[in-house]
C-alpha cells in the first residue's frame, strides 16, 4: 500500500484509490455543502495534502452510528432517523484525516484534524455525487467500508477543486 493514496475532487464530488500510475477504484462521494474552505466552523471541506490520522469501526456491523467516534450501538434505520432528525449521521467507518500543510490545513484555525473531517458513510438514502455535508466526505456505507480496508494509518489524501 506504500504507493497507494486518495485523490477527492471537490469539482466531480469523487474519490478516487491510486496505486502508482492508475486508477484502483472511484467512488461517489458527497463533501461540503458550503464548498471548500480551510477554517474552524466554516462547515466548508478542507484542502490540500492530507493524511489518514485514525481508521475507526473496524468489523462494526454495516450503518453502525457513531458519535464522538465512539459506537452507539445503534444501527441506523429510516425510524432511528425519524427519531433524530437533526443529527448529522456518522456510519459504519471513520476514517480521519490530519492536515499536512502548516498554515493551509495544519494548525491553528485551520486544523482539519481538530476540525474533526473524517471520510465516513451515511444514510443509504442520503444523496452522494453532489455537496451536502457539514465539511466531511461522505460516502455510501458499503463503499467507505470497501475504502477502509485499502487504506492505513499515513495513507495520503490530495483534496482539490
Known amino acids: 500500500m506504500r504507493d497507494r493514496w486518495l485523490r477527492i475532487d471537490l469539482a466531480a464530488q469523487q474519490l478516487e484509490v491510486v496505486d502508482g500510475d492508475r486508477i484502483a477504484a472511484s467512488f461517489a462521494v ?3 455543502e458550503r464548498g471548500a474552505g480551510e477554517r474552524s466552523g ?4 478542507p484542502r490540500g495534502a492530507h493524511a489518514v490520522r485514525e481508521l475507526i469501526g473496524d468489523r462494526a456491523p454495516c450503518g453502525t452510528v457513531f458519535v464522538g467516534r465512539q459506537p452507539t450501538g445503534e444501527i441506523c434505520t429510516r425510524e432511528l432517523r425519524a427519531a433524530h432528525p437533526d443529527r448529522d449521521w456518522i456510519l459504519s467507518r471513520v476514517i480521519w484525516l490530519a ?3 502548516d498554515g493551509r490545513n495544519r494548525g491553528g484555525d485551520v486544523d482539519t484534524y481538530d ?4 471520510i465516513h458513510g451515511t444514510p443509504d438514502d442520503e444523496p452522494v455525487g453532489v455537496p451536502r455535508s457539514h465539511g466531511c466526505i461522505r460516502m455510501r456505507n458499503a463503499d467507505v467500508i470497501a475504502l477502509f480496508a485499502m487504506v492505513e494509518i499515513g495513507t495520503r489524501v490530495q483534496i482539490e477543486e
Open 99 to 101: 492536515g499536512l500543510e
Open 42 to 45: 466554516s462547515a466548508q471541506t
Open 30 to 32: 458527497s463533501t461540503a
Open 115 to 118: 476540525r474533526f473531517i473524517y
